[in-house]
């Protein structure tokens, strides 16, 4: 009798035990996707002639989805290093890829491919080169020019400022920020104007305070008959950076001239934007997770916010029994960066054993 009482709980348990990871299975949702990095919309032709071959289209879509994903995870400097990465070192680290869209006009062949990358085995690469990526988060920045005209003693700002009128033709998807240009405003200019004497030293906290960003771009363009000098203000919460670049013989109100000027001030925000988000590789730290098996939608959320977290190296199930679910989790930082993000999407923690206890 007290066997088969015993034979039915076991077998109750394990059923137990199988719906909860089919649960986790199913419902945990977006975990490949978290997982790598996903290049959309890689556009190929090629002529469609006696030696055509699709595997090479395919093969330069690979190598354009990396170019693409480098763009957005690694400053200037560091895409340089890995200009001459090899075709199958690229393909090491693709996970999947899917062909979105092919057609064939005019005896061309075009291709929109999707290409998702493994993004352990990035990090592993790019450890391996001594570099760190950068979290690929998207960010909105004030920007605010002014073109300091020292032979004529003059402010030029807003309509009769070249960078006002052409620094967002050309905004993309490979660009991280995104910027915000200032509203036309009298007063503001008057503020401005008022401070000529002392440009360099004024903090425009009233301006900018207007836009409820964090982040914004002060950039003061001297201009004078042998160069165009950039001072370049950023602020990201209250913390200041100041970028000082000279140009000599340059004429901003050159169209090539000015697409040239603009490229390289983009990039060195974009640079600045990536060093505040670098991810340090080399630091892996493990914290050992348990979550009561009482609320299976908090364990997805649990997940999905590991998922969403750039820092988090990797995470797995360790173990599970009636009671809690067991996590290993890999950290690219310290403890207290892996605490402070997790309370902010609402998951707190239990610290007082060695497997920390989700609340």
Known sequence: MKFNYLNKYL???YIFFIFQSLFLFFFSTGKIQAKS???KDIEISRPFEINFDKNNVIDEGFKKAFSELT??????KDQIKIKKIRLN???GMVESFSIKEEKFIKEIYYVKLGVSFNKKKVFNYLEKKNIFPSAPNKVKFLFIPIIIDESQKDLLIFDKNIFFKKWNNDQNDKELIEYILPTEDLEDLKEIKNNFNLIEEYDFK???SKYNLNNSVVALIFKNQKEIR????INNNQNVSLKNQSFPNFDINDDQQFEILKRELKLIYEDYWKKLNEINTSIKLIFNVKVNNDNELKIVDFENVLND???IYDFFITKF??????YQIIFNGTPSVFLQKMNKRGHNFDKDNKIWLLK
Not at 230 to 233: A, D, P, T
Request: hydrophobic share 50%.
């Open 71 to 76: 763009t957005l995870i690694l400053n200037s």
């Open 37 to 39: 990095f996903d290049i």
């Open 230 to 233: 950039i001072l370049s203000r």
């Open 206 to 208: 009233n301006i900018i």
């Open 89 to 91: 070192e690229i393909k």
């Open 321 to 326: 029994d009636n009671k809690f679910t067991y």
């Open 309 to 311: 977290f750039d820092l």
């Open 11 to 13: 077998k109750i348990l």
